[in-house]
């Protein structure tokens, strides 16, 4: 299991960021260093308070859904992936990529055309 990571914090106004010095080993694993740099200086920070909104409608109830479960990822436990996917009777795809990011660009590759978006 990947150790946790804690590089998310506040940056201001009740916004929270993960620090772009820990971005590339905590989010974006694997993916080049220039992408990553890129990706840490144009994140978008999340509203503290959203993350705790009561949801209402449960879309995945309704809609197939699907994840990639990172075994190496450093921000979410991916134990903790796999419980929510069961639960959420998503359709699963293990990959031992270090994060989403690195498995998103193996997974929508022009030259894998049955995992391209349609």
Do not use: H
């Not at 990571?5 to 993916?31: M, Q, T």
């Not at 949801?55 to 990639?68: I, L, N, R």
């Not at 359709?91 to 193996?106: G, I, N, Y």
């Amino acid at each position: 299991m990947p150790p946790a990571n804690k590089s998310i914090g506040p940056v201001g106004d009740g916004y929270l960021a993960v620090n772009p010095e820990a971005f590339p080993a905590d989010f974006a694993a694997g993916v080049p260093k220039s992408v990553a740099d890129f990706m840490a200086i144009s994140q978008v920070p999340i509203f503290n308070e959203a993350l705790k909104a009561k949801v209402t409608v449960a879309a995945w109830k309704d809609k197939p859904s699907y994840v990639v479960v990172a075994t190496q990822d450093r921000m979410i436990n991916p134990d903790l992936e796999r419980f929510m996917a069961k639960r959420a009777q998503s359709k699963a795809l293990c990959t031992r990529a270090r994060s989403r990011s690195s498995s998103k660009r193996r997974l929508w590759q022009p030259s894998r055309p049955s995992l391209q978006r349609s």
